[in-house]
């Protein structure tokens, strides 16, 4: 049983990284960006409410993300545990999901920062060639990421619950990273 948090900015390698961890140990990867791309693509209610904030690289208002959180974490399958990537990303989000996790009676294990160098970040989002992977919405989603999600770091420090990783390396370097952490 592992609860996991990804924290990183946008490029950082997230996405990869959970996908792969959640195999692994056998949990569900649940990216709310993910479940975003989704709901668009499908144009249901939500797709349609978010899908703007998505195409500029703005955070879609806490309304629309905490109900569809709390729905997913209450969901069967996430009694083995999970990872969250793209959760939460403000301190609004944050205290929401500790409340979340206290009701359900659940703690989260660890929250894992990947941290990587500004450079590596662009050249990683141009290089992966997503809607919202273009130079203007790249310089927003960093600002925003620096603004509003950053202080995520200290937030988790502060619950003895950060572990830094250096996203830098290969994949399968920080693969290996996060399993010292984690210990499967
Ligand atoms: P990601 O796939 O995590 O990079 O997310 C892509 C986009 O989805 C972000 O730029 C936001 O517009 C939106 N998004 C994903 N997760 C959240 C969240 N927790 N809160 C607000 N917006 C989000």
């Known amino acids: ?37 989704e709901a668009i693509a499908q144009q249901t209610t939500l797709g349609i409410e978010a899908k703007n904030y998505v195409d500029n690289g703005d955070l879609v208002p806490n309304e629309l993300i905490l109900d569809l959180v709390k729905e997913r974490l209450s969901q069967e399958d996430t009694k083995k545990g999970w990872i969250l990537d793209g959760f939460p990303r403000n301190v609004h989000q944050a205290s929401f999901l500790d409340e979340l ?4 009676n659940q703690a ?11 450079e590596v970040l662009i050249e990683r989002l141009l290089a992966r060639g997503r809607k919202d992977d273009n130079k203007d919405t790249i310089t927003n989603r960093l600002e925003v990421y620096r603004q509003q999600t950053a202080p995520l770091i200290d937030y988790y420090q502060k619950h ?25």
């Open 160 to 184: 003895n619950l950060l572990n830094q990783v250096n996203g830098d390396l290969t994949l399968n370097e920080v693969h290996e990273s996060l399993l010292a952490i984690v210990k499967p």
């Open 101 to 104: 996790l206290a009701q359900l």
């Open 108 to 118: 989260c294990d660890y929250v894992l920062n990947l941290d990587v160098q500004d």
């Open 1 to 37: 049983m592992t609860r996991l948090i990804f924290l990183g900015p946008p490029g950082a390698g997230k996405g990869t990284q959970a996908e792969i961890l959640a195999k692994k140990l056998e949990i569900p990867h649940i990216s709310t960006g993910e479940i975003l791309r």
